[in-house]
Structure formats: structure tokens, C-alpha cells
Nanobody
Framework: QVQLVESGGGLVQPGGSLRLSCAAS????????MGWYRQAPGKQRELVAA???????NYADSVKGRFTISRDNAKNTVYLQMNSLKPEDTAVYYC???????????????WGQGTQVTVSS
């Protein structure tokens, strides 16, 4: 019953920037981790960046130094700031969240619907 709503995708020129947002809503007690994945045509879905509740982050080697993941716990929202974008960054970007529901000692993973990022001249 958790919904992840993504926004911020679009068309940008090489070297440009975009900021993706993912807001989680629904039956949430806590969010343990959130991350961004991407999938380009003909390629496997890959982890781009992740952040856990303690604030630790992890990035794919291909985006280190260019992308920054952050979160606003009060809003249950995670962001992905993407700078110095390259054509190879073109993909559908998906938000993923590991959530603990209320009155439960389990975790569940949820996916957003995806937002298209296109880097082209």
C-alpha cells in the first residue's frame, strides 16, 4: 500500500543537470532505505545510487562525482541530483524503497513507475 511518485525527468543537453524526486506515501512506519535504479533499452536495470536511514550512500562507479542522492525524512522523499549528464545516462529511472509498515516487523520493497531521462543534443 505504499506508493512512490517520481518526478523531474525530461530532456536535457549533455553537460546539463536534472533533479529527480521520489515521494513515498501510504502505510509507512519507517523507510529503511531508498535508491534509484535505471534501465536503458536492451540493458539490465542497474543501481545508480542508494541511501539508508543513517545517511550512508552508495553510488555506481559510472555516476560518482556527478550524481548526489539525498533524502528529506520529514517528507519521505528522496532526491537524485544529476550533474554533468552524458548521453549514456539516458534511461528510465526508477525509485525503490524498503519500507517497514505500521505495526509490523517486516520490510517490503516498492518501485516507482519510472521517469524518463534523455540526454541528447
Amino acid at each position: 500500500q505504499v506508493q512512490l511518485v517520481e518526478s523531474g525527468g525530461g530532456l536535457v543537453q549533455p553537460g546539463g543537470s536534472l533533479r529527480l524526486s521520489c515521494a513515498a506515501s501510504g502505510s509507512i512506519f519507517s523507510i529503511n532505505a531508498m535508491g534509484w535504479y535505471r534501465q536503458a533499452p536492451g540493458k539490465q536495470r542497474e543501481l545508480v545510487a542508494a541511501i539508508v536511514s543513517g545517511g550512508s550512500t552508495n553510488y555506481a562507479d559510472s555516476v560518482k562525482g556527478r550524481f548526489t542522492i539525498s533524502r528529506d525524512n520529514a517528507k519521505n522523499t528522496v532526491y537524485l541530483q544529476m550533474n554533468s549528464l552524458k548521453p549514456e545516462d539516458t534511461a528510465v529511472y526508477y525509485c525503490n524503497s524498503e519500507v517497514t509498515p505500521p505495526n509490523a516487523r517486516i520490510t517490503r520493497r516498492y518501485w516507482g513507475q519510472g521517469t524518463q531521462v534523455t540526454v541528447s543534443s
